[in-house]
T-cell receptor
Framework: DMKVTQMPRYLIKRMGENVLLECGQD?????MYWYRQDPGLGLQLIYI???????SEGDIPKGYRVSRKKREHFSLILDSAKTNQTSVYFC????????????FGPGTRLTVL | GEQVEQRPPHLSVREGDSAVIICTYT??????FFWYKQEPGAGLQLLMK?????EINEGQGFTVLLNKKDKQLSLNLTAAHPGDSAVYFC????????????FGAGTQLIVIP
């Protein structure tokens, strides 16, 4: 069905709590991504995963970690969330090759109080 | 690294008018180019992708022009309609990169009926 799913869609947490954002894709894509989107800043890359247990930092990895134990699932973890991590988080996946587009999930709106 | 500048950040046009969004990139090794559309509360959806050559691609009501000499990519919506109201992002990828896309900051387009 060529879909990227994200759970939950909305999340409210208190500062210092742990946060788990989950992403799934049904296209058997090797590469997956986590981005955050803030007004006026576009999309900022947090992490890239090239396959199971093969993850690389993006531009803003501080305060985040990821886990990929199955090709179809990619998790973003915030240990002890901070208020400046309030944002909309997008997961994406892509196939092989430079011409391969990224498919995006619907996003998770995270608010850290 | 690659820098992608997108302008304008906001654009308001009347229904039936044209709208032009321009992206300028810096890395001469950028080879693959994408335009995405993001509707409110949703993820990014691919609008069009182009290869590294001077090229015009036409879709449903829009034209994409790539000028590699000037390192410029443009999206031209002809006869805009209210359904085109969205945020538009350009993205570029190097020929040798492993999946990494560099995004512009986005353009908020409003089409007034």
């Amino acid at each position: 069905d060529m879909k990227v799913t994200q759970m939950p869609r909305y999340l409210i947490k208190r500062m210092g709590e742990n946060v788990l954002l989950e992403c799934g894709q049904d296209m058997s894509h090797e590469t997956m991504y986590w981005y955050r989107q803030d007004p006026g800043l576009g999309l900022q890359l947090i992490y890239i995963s090239y396959d199971v247990d093969s993850n690389s930092e993006g531009d803003i990895p501080k305060g985040y970690r990821v886990s990929r134990k199955k090709r179809e699932h990619f998790s973003l973890i915030l240990d002890s969330a901070k208020t400046n991590q309030t944002s909309v988080y997008f997961c994406a996946s892509s196939g092989q090759g430079g011409y391969a587009e990224q498919f995006f999930g619907p996003g998770t709106r995270l608010t850290v109080l | 690294g690659e820098q992608v500048e997108q302008r304008p950040p906001h654009l308001s046009v009347r229904e039936g008018d044209s709208a032009v969004i321009i992206c300028t990139y810096t890395d001469p090794n950028s080879y693959y180019f994408f335009w995405y559309k993001q509707e409110p509360g949703a993820g990014l959806q691919l609008l069009m992708k182009v290869f590294s050559s001077t090229e015009i691609n036409e879709g449903q009501g829009f034209t994409v022009l790539l000028n590699k000499k000037d390192k410029q990519l443009s999206l031209n919506l002809t006869a805009a309609h209210p359904g085109d109201s969205a945020v538009y992002f350009c993205a570029v990828r190097r020929g040798s990169a492993l999946g990494r896309l560099h995004f512009g900051a986005g353009t908020q387009l409003i089409v007034i009926p």
